[in-house]
């Protein structure tokens, strides 16, 4: 019992870190701005670069304990404190960090500027594995910004693949504008008569229902060799027990019995056509439902000697 | 005398009589039409009797502002009609479902599972169809799932691709599924030759109590795991089924299977049923919703019967389905089991399909659910 509950409490602690850490791989640099004279102000009305992170799951993710760093050599330059609810991001939202190097102004004003830095660089609480990484242009001029074409999509090993200059700065936002009508009319402009849409669900319908066809067809063929097994053993003890894959006579007899019953129409079913109903005979004892357990207790006279 | 005029003048605005127009009384002769059938021919009663009495609640001709309508925010109706709306009606009608389901049929002879998925292709026909009358994708994936023949499905789905049409996709849902025993057996009798119609079926061996346990929580992995947007649909069906099949959680089960899908299929059959105002309902859109339903179904039953066909051509003899349990693949459990029954046993009286009907008749519930995820996932 000790070895269960200790592993048990393993496999719980293992799931959990696993869980978190996979929910932080969720997230995604997403759009970043070196030279801002005319873009987006912090709360403290100044223009700094800036980057934004994007949570591409649908879960929320605690990014607190994190590091950001712009030196590949130096992953650990700024770490993302807790205890700041700010730092647990929403399904499909952003959050943006202004590299002005002056971290003292609060959780999302980052320890490195952006004027010198080769790289962004997002990686998990133990410093060491790199989650995300975008090389840093210098070349865009101002008030341009380098981001993802679709959020949350593309490379994440720095590669920049699905990444391009934007047309206008989205800081904390989409970078694609998502209407709410736009999977259904995408879809609709690819597949205008439905076919390719029929296909691919009917091809999964099937898949799904020829790998359950697989495994139950699995089991049953052993479910039979056991029960041919168990036969075998027992053949000529006792003819009144049968095993799976033999049907005794008395359930052919039941059987028969309620089809006649039922096509003959009399009382043996109840108001509903169709329907023949067994009725239970057992009455299994539960105290939720023992009327004793409902009753005040008896009163008793103690009697005095 | 002037003042009691002048309230008597005030009581009449707020009557239904001030208040009425054409459509409502369309709509009231609808929903007792719907409650002659239940009554009179025992068409589909425990869905029929509450949507039709729904339709008479939904179209009593209101003053604007009384609050009481199903549209109006706040009201004891439109309370009830969340359920509809956010959609936890149908997964609790499912968890109902699964705890009623015997899954023998479908374990004993799994191959009897393809015929389930090849049904699906009346929702996939209905949602081309629906395309080339001119609705946009997600109001067509939400009426495709008519075809499906699963009332609680259709809801999930088209409240959450198409709120707008939900009462008539409900309507229609739930009407082709009553109507199950006049659509199906002309188009099977049309597809299959007597000789077909009398193939006789191996008795479907005993199925152990392992693997009654076993088949709700891989079929719930396998099936979540590959359409995660089934999750509410397939957790809560597979869920009841495991409370039946357990055999350690009877009281739960029968809570499911009987109080809880009760009270949960007054609620919704009331409330879809009052959601067909007539000013919501009686709409150009739900004639092309209810003719596309109706194609939906007859799709849905050409493909499983010719789907057995195909399927025979593989199959030794001795081994072979009878081509009349392949109506049974839509959902509308167990309406379409008994017609392929009933047809069966017009050619030979002693052919009972029922028990084979039902492997296809359960798996097109799982059928559908899955489809219904993939429709979601690509339009939601």
């Known amino acids: 019992m000790k070895h269960l509950k200790l592993f048990l409490a393993v496999v719980g602690l293992t799931l959990c870190f696993t869980a978190g850490a996979q929910s932080q791989d969720a997230m995604r640099l997403n759009e970043y701005l070196v030279i801002n004279t005319d873009d987006f102000q912090d709360d403290f009305g100044q223009q700094n670069a800036w980057f934004e992170l994007f949570n591409s799951s649908y879960g929320t993710v605690d990014i607190a304990g994190c590091f950001l760093s712009d030196d590949p050599d130096n992953l650990k330059k700024y770490a993302i404190p807790g205890g700041d609810v700010m730092t647990k991001i929403k399904p499909r939202q952003h959050v943006l960090f202004w590299a002005d190097n002056q971290p003292y102004r609060g959780t999302f004003h980052v320890a490195f500027d952006l004027s010198n830095a080769k790289e962004i660089i997002f990686t998990k609480g133990d410093g060491k594995t790199i989650i995300d990484r975008i ?17 949350g999509l593309g490379s994440v090993d720095g590669s920049g693949e699905g990444w391009s200059v934007q047309e206008r700065t989205s800081p904390s936002t989409n970078n ?54 168990r036969s075998a053993a027992s053949a000529g003890t006792d003819v009144t027990k049968s095993a799976y894959g033999e049907v005794p006579g008395e359930v052919y007899a039941a059987i028969a019995t309620a089809m006649h019953l039922y096509q003959e129409d009399d009382e043996s079913h109840d108001e509903e056509s169709f329907v023949v109903t067994l009725h239970h005979t057992d009455r299994t004892y539960s105290p ?7 009753l005040r207790q008896t009163p008793s006279v103690n009697k005095r000697r | 005398m002037e003042h009691i005029i002048e309230n008597l003048k005030q009581f009449w605005q707020f009557t239904g009589f001030a208040n009425f127009e054409i459509g409502y009384l369309i709509m009231i002769i609808i929903g007792c039409l719907f409650i002659f059938l239940a009554i009179k021919y025992e068409w589909e009663p425990m869905l029929l009797v509450p949507i039709g009495f729904g339709i008479l609640i939904g179209n009593i001709p209101l003053f604007a502002g009384l609050n009481v309508g199903v549209y109006e925010e706040g009201s ?20 109902g479902i699964g705890a ?25 026909g209905a949602y081309a169809i629906s395309l080339a009358l001119g609705f946009d994708a997600a109001q067509a994936g939400a009426i495709g799932i008519i075809g499906g023949a699963d009332g ?42 007597k000789k077909e119609r009398l193939i006789r079926m191996k008795p479907p061996r005993p199925v152990s109590p392992t693997e009654k346990k076993l088949f709700p929580i891989i079929g719930f992995l396998l099936t979540a795991f590959i359409v995660p947007s089934g999750i509410p649909l397939l957790g809560m069906l597979f869920f009841g089924n495991l409370l039946k099949e357990s055999g350690v959680t009877k009281r739960l089960a029968n809570t499911a299977s009987g109080p809880l899908v009760d009270i949960v299929t007054i609620l919704i059959g009331v409330t879809v049923g009052a959601s067909t105002q007539a000013s919501q309902f009686l709409r150009w859109e739900s004639v092309k919703i209810f003719i596309i339903g109706a194609c939906s179904f007859v799709i849905a039953t050409f493909a499983g019967v010719l789907f ?52 296809p008749n359960v798996a097109g519930v799982i059928g559908s659910a899955v489809a219904a995820g993939m429709l979601l996932g690509f339009l939601g």
């Open chain 1, 176 to 229: 694609a504008l998502i209407d709410k009508g736009a999977k259904p009319d995408r879809m609709k402009a690819i597949d205008p008569y439905g076919w390719i849409l029929a296909l691919t669900a009917m091809s999964v319908v099937f898949a799904a229902l020829i790998i359950l066809y697989f495994i139950f067809k699995a089991i049953g063929n052993a479910n039979i060799k056991a029960g041919k097994k």
């Open chain 1, 135 to 151: 090389p840093v242009k210098h070349d865009l001029g101002e008030n341009v910004s380098f981001g993802r074409i679709m959020d």
């Open chain 2, 76 to 95: 004891v109706l439109n309370i009830l009609y969340q359920g509809v709306q956010r959609g936890f009606y149908p997964p609790l009608i499912f968890l």
């Open chain 2, 152 to 193: 609680p499905t259709a809801i999930f789905l088209s409240s959450r691709l198409a709120p707008t049409l939900m009462g008539a996709i409900a309507v229609s849902a739930y009407s082709y599924m009553a109507l199950v025993p006049v659509i199906q057996p002309p188009i099977m009798r049309l597809l299959t030759t």
């Open chain 1, 288 to 294: 939720w439902s023992s009327k004793i357990y409902t």
């Open chain 2, 100 to 124: 009623m389901t015997d899954f023998s049929a479908l374990i004993a002879n799994p191959k009897l599972l393809l015929i389930g998925a090849a049904a699906q292709f009346g929702i996939f």
């Open chain 2, 308 to 359: 057995v066909k195909f399927f025979n051509l593989f199959l030794k003899e001795g081994n072979k389905i009878n081509p009349l349990i392949g109506n049974s693949g839509v959902s509308a459990v167990p309406d379409a089991a008994r017609v392929s029954n009933n047809v069966g046993l017009e050619y030979d009286p002693k052919n009972y399909l029922l028990m084979h009907a039902m492997g």
